[in-house]
């Protein structure tokens, strides 16, 4: 049985057989500590450990008078039941008060039906034991005051007894009952039965129940207590010579003295202000009750230690000046608990300090006064009733004292206003909330934005309401990870839905789970409705609208869920976006992410949907937003659909085939939004429409069945139109104003023969017609659109010609890709970044095109009746911002017309050659292009050598080039990677990678050799090697004759001790062709293993596979024609040679010829001592190669396969360097 018994000042609290909880009379929420802390509590013994923050459950007093108590005693079969009760009974008669009852149960209940609620009995923080007649009307009762005031309850016999209690048995529960026990061990403190007695049991609940004791030795010698002696041992005397008293009981005190003396305490004689001492003491008191780190003893503090450390460095805490720190977050994602945390880590640092609980509520039941006067009245510890809290005394007390104040879910800009206070020198002001702008209201403000838990800290707080252990229960892997899914880290959502899992069977949890996505939980619900209830009518509809139709399904089409489209629809809703929009963002009810795209917590959309089916709960035709396909099929099947639909959002692949009438929209006067996503091609118009609503602002209809849209039907109001693999022959007949319109995209609308006149479209920014191919022309009004940003015609393959006279000024893109039958082409803009002409069989690519060009992407490739005029580039400016070029199948390139774009091009990232078969070498100027990252020159059959290539370069594909010298490109790529390896300091440049990075794909005669490890599979496993010593990997993979790269890629695996689930990829992309001799492929990167898997033992041990790729990423389960792959291992020693051979050096000897020019560093030679002649001497002394060395290193060098044996060598003599400036340095040390 369950009881429940509201409680008012004068009724006793007793604790009985059934389970009470002790109800506020003001506000309906339980009077027991709920923030309790009882890490130390036995099982079967729960002990109380309070937090020194106010009782969430107690709210701002008020002044009315409350009815009488009610007394209500009913069985329940489960706290179910219970919280069902309460949620009727109560709302009307209660008020705002009872949603916390409901939400601290509905965290804290079982879920079995013998499941009981516990209210912990009431308890004091700190129990004094003291000699009265030595300290009482002094040291301990300043001790007393002072505990008092940091907000601690405190026992002293004399003060806290009722009477005609019987003083032993209440002393012993009083200690029982306290969290931590103060031994005031006095002149004449043993000479107290009562108070040995008192150490006696203080100790045993030390031993048994973990309670904090602290010994204050006032004015007495610690050696007297431990060894009793002195005054102490005159006490015991007397009790020896008093045959009443048991040996027993003697040695049981002296052992209590003993102990008490042994623990770590306070010396009154090291301190010479008494008011300090008790300073000290009262912050020892505090820090000792678990307050320094609440989150260590509370374990539904997950993730908080984190947050700390984020919070320490944004807040600067060192600063003496007034900061006030923003808790900022979506309802239930813990602003609150991290709060609390702060506030019991820090209150002990401050004079004054207040936990103001939910201002929200507190402000609209008792009124902003009342708030106000409870901030005071708990700052300067007065009562509530005490007048006059704002004179100038009071408010100078604050200015000059060092204050900490948390206001909790401050909502409003007038709440914030009234309880900003003026402090002293070092305060601070924590404010939660869920509307960013609050933060703004108050001094030296910082933001911390509170976020979601991670997958690992979701799954440790569930299980830990669900399971009371850290890890799912066996059996329930699967289950824990849908509910956390389902929770999205929402700490609240994860407390709640572990805690109504609680011993449940793994049958009833799947049930409960799969009805929550159909009737969610009212208590996560309700927490989150209030910022929807803060909200505006029109930013009431945005918000609706997003959870309802953009977020999640639309994020997939297009760009349609971006930040601008969005604005543009709902400016033409007349919501005014600009504003409503940011206020969201504020109240963290969504946010902008990957290019800004709208993002909504998915507990946020499932409170919005919610709310629009609590409109009409039976009738979803008098809903204002549609979005379940069963309910949308059910109001056009039976024609249910009202004035009130303003937007559906339709996904026909869930059901079967769909049948509209010609009239099923005409009813649906206020549709606004209408998305019909028919990819399964489903939905029938067998007799024709012949109605939509003129107040359509987006038409998205996947596959639309007719060939044109209704002639009655008037976009002046649309923005966005999408009629993707539509039967459309063309739109409409009539010129239309479209003053709204930004976006028509019609792909794969195979039947499409024409575009209307769009020259009432002033506002145009994206038309995109791919694989129209039915299209011949575009209207000429197309160009004079003046915000026409993209145009997209890829695959359009009548299309013979795109000229026009419309010099553009807003045109970014402009994708004419396999517009097979395209001849003639001039289209120029100033505002152009993004051109392809891929496929096309245009003769003449006019420089005139690139008029005050922006252009960053041009692509060429396979325009192989291309003649480039070079000569007019190298005269323009049009290709200086290019960073991608493609030219890849222009067979009427050559290496003049290449030297004329280089020259012009001179900032390329990217460059394509691939089968530019007249190219027999490449210009020297390629040298000069200082950015180049990638170059693809794959058949290129005639090219027989390449010039110096930039330092920068890391990918660099030359498939089927067998007339190429390739030792020396692999020589010359490896030395840009010890140089980089070398340097770190990316050459002066941003643009080139310190790390090292390369990708080399080459013809070979002969399996390469000189590796660390070598096999002839497509996998290999190396030795365990030191994580201290590993730096950089180089992988060279073998591939054989005849294998056909028309894979997107091939890419190596490396695991880490065999685990698989964290491997780290490097790949070779983008390659293609059957190779005609052997090829070596050569992958390297540093830092990657070291920072991207794990170290077991300190020692990683990796292994190696190789796998080839077909389209779109699907590994092939063929290996053949890898015929094997090798390993080489830079490691730290190496790495840091190659770094200290770094800097440019005044060494005046001519040492052996080094790569990368490689010598002594300054830093060892401009301080040095050593003369010319012995530094002369040193140097040919350790790098001076013996004969048969260099015979051997030649030999090398001249080696066929030698890119190991290479590699090694540039090692070896960097290693001599290195061994150099060590030896160099000693000398000058000496």
Known sequence: MITIQTANQNQPRVNSLSTKILLSPFSCTPLAPVGACCARAKLGKPQAYPCPLPNPFNNVECVQHFPPPCHLSTPFNSPLELYHMLKLTFNTTIGLGLSSVVMAMQINIGASSSSTLEVASNSFDVFISFRGDDTRRKFTSHLNEALKKSGLKTFIDDNELKKGDEIS???IKAIEESCASIVILSENYASSKWCLNELVKILECKKDNGQIVIPIFYEIDPSHVRYQIGSYGQAFAKYEKNLRHKKDNLQKWKDALTEVSKLSGWDSKNSRIESDFIKDIVKDVLEKLNHGRPFEANKELVGIEEKYEEIELLTNNGSNDVRTLGLWGMGGIGKTALAKSLYGNYC??????????????ESTRCGLNVVRKKLFSTLLKLGLDAPYFETPTFKKRLERAKCLIVLDDVATLEQAENLKIGLGLGSRVIVTTRDRKICHQFEGFVVYEVKELNEDESLQLFCCNAFQEKHAKEGYEELSKSAIGYCRGNPLALKVLGANFRAKSKEACESELEKIKEIPYAGIHDVLKLSFYDLDRTQRDIFLDIACFFYPKINHFYCYGRREYIIDLFNACKFYPATSIEVLLHKSLMTF????????????????????KQEAPKDPGKRSRLWDPELIYEVFKYNKGTDAVEVILFDTSKIGDVYLSSRSFESMINLRLLHIANECNNVHLQEGLEWLSDKLRYLHWESFPLESLPSTFCAQNLVQLSMTHSKLRKLWDRIQKL??????????????????????????KILSLAYCVSLHQLHPSIFSAPKLRELCLKGCKKIESLVTDIHSKSLQRLDLTDCSSLVQFCVTSEEMKWLSLRGTTIHEFSSLMLRNSKLDYLDLGDCKKLNFVGKKLSNDRGLESLSILNLSGCTQINTLSMSFILDSARFLKYLNLRNCCNLETLPDNIQNCLMLRSLHLDGCINLNSLPKLPASLEELSAINCTYLDTNSIQREMLENMLYRLRTGNHFGSPFISPEGFFNLLLPVAEVPCGFDFFTTEASIIIPPISKYEFYHIVLCVFLSEGLNLTSSGVNCTIYNHGDRSGGWNISFEHVSGAMISDHVMLFSSSGGIYHQTRADNDHYRLSFEVELYGKDWEQLSSTKGIKGCGVILVSSLEHYCLRLDGSSSRSKVEIVELPFNAQVSDEFDQHSNIDDDENEDAQQQLLITPKENEEDLNYKSSCDCSIGLLLQQLLEVSKRLFLLCVKLNDKTKS
């Open 739 to 764: 003053d709204n319109l930004t976006i028509i995209k019609l792909d794969n609308s195979e039947d499409l023969i024409e575009i209307p006149d769009l020259s009432r479209a002033p506002n145009l």
């Open 348 to 361: 002990s640092q401050f004079e004054y300090h207040c936990f103001l609980e939910n201002v929200r509520e």
């Open 169 to 171: 048995s209440a002393l």
């Open 593 to 612: 992410g990957y290019r800004d795209q709208i993002e909504m917590h998915d507990l946020v959309v499932e409170m919005g949907r919610e709310i629009v």
